[in-house]
């Protein structure tokens, strides 16, 4: 059984990339994340879905987020969401994506699959979105066993609170994080940083990182502390960096 290592993630989600609305924005918010990967040191970089904002952008708004992600160095999984689903016509087959470097991880199977990086002894789970509907459930599946590593999972969904009786597409429940067999979940959708945790599982919702930020000018990611030292094994805290 490996030993665990202690390890810092940076989580965010939702930087809709190529938006109609303001796109330079949206990319300046990106690049506000990789500086923060070097910034805290951060040993990897999980983005929680809806990278892009849909399946119409142009080539070189793929370009420019596989560039950052080289940049960005350290690994770096990527969950797509409703905007950016994993289907017959995804986006995530351009050919900018033919040239995408080694540490990017692009979650593609839609019934979950492991992505495993062995030097941080972390695996990463994931269901990649094919379809946005009351159906698809993003944390159904997840595996129990964890081989000695690090299990993080990643969802792209709506969280239900106890007394939400509505129906939503993608629905991520309070006894489905409670039952979950790992160490964090990292959750998008959110626009809004949220702790949704349960039952002594990790849960939080990063928001996106112009969203999430507490003043104009700043981004913010979540950092996960995973540390089998610890008295707490797992922390979550939300850091705010500066736009440049
Ligand atoms: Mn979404």
């Given at each position: 059984m490996a030993a665990r290592r202690k390890i810092r993630l940076i989580h965010t989600s939702d930087t809709h990339l190529g938006d109609d609305w303001n796109p330079a924005a949206a990319a300046r918010a990106l690049a506000a994340v990789v500086d923060s990967v070097h910034t805290l040191r951060g040993d990897a970089l999980l983005i929680a879905g809806?990278?892009?904002?849909?399946?119409?952008?142009?080539d070189a708004v793929l370009e420019f987020f596989v560039s950052e992600m080289a940049r960005a160095a350290v690994p770096a999984v990527i969950l797509p969401g409703n905007h950016d689903l994993?289907?017959?016509?995804?986006?995530?087959?351009?050919?900018?994506?033919?040239?995408?470097?080694?540490?990017l991880h692009i979650?593609?199977?839609?019934?979950g699959e492991t992505v495993a990086l062995p030097d941080l002894t972390l695996d990463v789970w994931g269901r990649a979105m094919d379809s946005h509907t009351p159906a698809f459930r993003p944390l159904a599946g997840m595996p129990a066993n964890r081989n000695g590593r690090w299990l993080v999972a990643m969802a792209h969904g709506h969280f239900h609170y106890p007394d939400d009786t509505e129906e939503r597409s993608s629905p991520i429940r309070p006894h489905e994080i409670a039952a979950a067999q790992c160490d964090y979940i990292a959750l998008g959708h959110w626009e809004r940083f949220e702790d949704v945790s349960q039952n002594g599982v990790t849960a939080y919702y990063s928001g996106s990182p112009l969203g999430a930020a507490g003043a104009r000018g700043q981004v913010a990611v979540n950092v996960v502390e995973l540390d089998p030292q610890a008295a707490i094994e797992v922390s979550v805290a939300q850091a705010q960096l500066p736009l440049r």
């Open positions: 809806d990278v892009f904002d849909n399946a119409r952008i142009a994993y289907d017959a016509a995804t986006l995530y087959r351009r050919h900018p994506f033919a040239d995408a470097p080694d540490n979650i593609s199977g839609a019934r």
